[in-house]
């Protein structure tokens, strides 16, 4: 009869490691998994922020031009009422000098208006041309007047925040230059008298 092989204490050992790194192992997928489920579910939050940020940043600015539409038009309102006093006290004003005082009052109050909204007109008359805020409709000469001076004005423009949004259409001064000195004149022509006086001698 055969006796049983008896194990060493090292080969027991060897299954008892094996069982171990087994069960690390398993251990190490469980927490990777549980990261993975915690990183995809961080990733599904922000994702739905973000869309949700999207849809509030819209309404935001939709809302936000519609209070400043709101804003300027009840700017613009007071003038419009006094314009429609003016045109109905036309016909009754006694001279056209009333009637041209409420237009000029009107208008100063427009021009105020445009400056609560940082809008502001262009100089130009009597100022150097400046290509970025004029715009030369044509060109005279003024002798009295310097070289690419603005001496009238059609047009008035306007900036809005200190950016041109119309350039004032203007008439620029334009000197003729001089001309150039003539040339030495040329010895006049002989005279038939003279060309015989010549020939003979």
Same mark, same amino acid.
């Given at each position: 009869?055969?006796?049983?092989?008896?194990?060493?204490?090292?080969?027991?050992?060897?299954?008892?490691?094996?069982?171990? #790194? %087994?069960?690390?192992? +398993? &251990? !190490?997928?469980?927490?990777?998994?549980? =990261?993975?489920?915690? %990183?995809? *579910?961080? %990733?599904?939050?922000?994702?739905?922020?973000?869309?949700?940020?999207?849809?509030?940043?819209?309404?935001?600015?939709?809302?936000?031009?519609?209070?400043?539409?709101?804003?300027? /038009?009840?700017? $613009?309102?007071?003038?419009?009422?006094? %314009? #429609? +006093?003016?045109?109905?006290?036309?016909?009754?004003? =006694?001279?056209?000098?009333?009637?041209?005082?409420? /237009?000029?009052? /009107?208008?100063?109050?427009?021009?105020?208006?445009?400056?609560?909204?940082?809008?502001?007109?262009?100089? *130009?008359?009597?100022?150097?041309?400046? @290509?970025?805020? +004029?715009? *030369?409709?044509?060109?005279?000469?003024? +002798?009295?007047?310097?070289?690419?001076?603005?001496?009238?004005?059609?047009?008035?423009?306007?900036? $809005?925040?200190? !950016?041109?949004?119309?350039?004032?259409?203007? /008439?620029?001064?334009?000197?003729?230059?001089?001309?150039?000195?003539?040339?030495?004149?040329? @010895? @006049?022509?002989?005279? &038939?008298?003279?060309?015989?006086?010549?020939?003979?001698?």
């Amino acid at each position: 009869m055969k006796k049983k092989k008896t194990e060493t204490p090292r080969e027991q050992k060897q299954p008892d490691m094996k069982k171990n #790194e %087994l069960e690390e192992q +398993h &251990i !190490r997928i469980d927490n990777l998994q549980k =990261e993975k489920d915690e %990183l995809f *579910a961080k %990733l599904q939050r922000v994702s739905a922020d973000y869309a949700n940020l999207q849809k509030r940043t819209a309404k935001q600015i939709a809302d936000t031009i519609g209070y400043e539409k709101e804003k300027l /038009i009840k700017t $613009l309102l007071p003038t419009l009422d006094n %314009l #429609e +006093h003016t045109l109905q006290n036309a016909q009754s004003a =006694e001279t056209v000098g009333v009637l041209l005082k409420g /237009i000029q009052i /009107i208008y100063d109050q427009m021009l105020d208006i445009m400056k609560s909204h940082n809008v502001e007109q262009i100089k *130009a008359l009597g100022e150097p041309f400046d @290509p970025a805020q +004029h715009e *030369a409709m044509m060109r005279k000469t003024e +002798h009295g007047k310097e070289e690419n001076i603005v001496l009238e004005e059609f047009q008035k423009g306007y900036k $809005l925040n200190g !950016r041109v949004i119309r350039p004032s259409k203007v /008439i620029v001064n334009k000197l003729t230059q001089e001309q150039p000195a003539k040339q030495e004149a040329e @010895p @006049p022509e002989q005279t &038939i008298d003279e060309c015989q006086t010549t020939d003979t001698e």
